[in-house]
């Protein structure tokens, strides 16, 4: 079972920043957030992924509260190619046994 | 170029057919998965291997043998076809001796049994 929770959907202006709720309330403390996304057909794309820091890279940056039981992802300036299902994981599993578990994602449909 | 490629991109099928899915992966990455998308768009893991054994098997019908030759390669046979294995199926590999590797996935393909 997914231990996050997503909004199920979301709209986001052209140009304008989106962000992107997640709630995991339930992570343990070696357990990295990581982010996915899945365009229309295609398969899923590694955004970026954090364990207690914030993290930026050239797609976007992920915010972790102290606590680290919600994150939020910041697409800076989104695209219509943005436009996707956005999975929130918890990494379960340990070295050589790195399962991803799927939620149902947030639907990000980008505005022009 | 592709990194994780995935062959057939689609297979239409009859029911109690067998059907072959191969994967090839060129990032040179210990890990391959197989991952099932099924038509109310939930991504489940299927398998994994690690240097050509099994690591995760998550309950998947013994109708679904995955075959590594090679850690390069990770393909899925199906035996006996049936409706409900009409699905995507995802390919994907990750370097696992780094903390907090990726995984990256291929173009899936897409079964339709009939």
């Known amino acids: 079972d997914a231990k996050t929770t997503q909004p199920p959907s979301m709209d986001c202006a052209e140009g304008r920043a989106a962000n992107l709720p997640c709630n995991h309330s339930?992570?343990?403390?070696?357990?990295?957030v990581y982010w996915y996304r899945q365009i229309h057909s295609q398969g899923p794309q590694y955004i970026i992924h954090?364990?207690?820091n914030n993290e930026t890279n050239e797609m976007a940056s992920l915010i972790i509260t102290e606590d680290r039981k919600s994150s939020t992802l910041i697409l800076p300036h989104a695209t219509l190619r943005d436009t996707a299902v956005y999975y929130c994981?918890?990494?379960?599993?340990?070295?050589?046994?790195?399962?991803?578990?799927f939620g149902t994602g947030t639907r990000l449909t980008i505005i022009p | 170029d592709t990194a994780v490629s995935q062959t057939p991109k689609y297979l239409v099928t009859q029911m109690g057919n067998d059907k072959s899915i191969k994967c090839e992966q060129n990032?040179?990455?210990?890990?391959m998965y197989w991952y099932k998308q099924d038509s109310k768009k939930f991504l489940k893991i299927m398998f994994s291997?690690?240097?050509?054994?099994?690591?995760i098997n998550e309950t998947v019908p013994n109708r679904f043998s995955p075959k590594s030759p090679d850690k390069a390669h990770l393909n899925l046979h199906i035996n006996s076809l049936e409706l409900g294995d009409s699905a995507v199926y995802f390919c994907?590999?990750?370097?696992?001796?780094?903390?907090?590797?990726?995984?990256?996935f291929g173009p899936g393909t897409r079964l339709l049994v009939l």
């Open positions: 990032l040179g990455h210990d890990t």
């Open positions: 994907a590999s990750s370097q696992v001796n780094r903390v907090g590797e990726t995984q990256y």
């Open positions: 954090g364990l207690k």
């Open positions: 291997y690690n240097n050509k054994e099994l690591i």
């Open positions: 339930t992570i343990s403390g070696n357990e990295y």
């Open positions: 994981i918890v990494r379960v599993g340990n070295f050589g046994n790195e399962k991803l578990t």
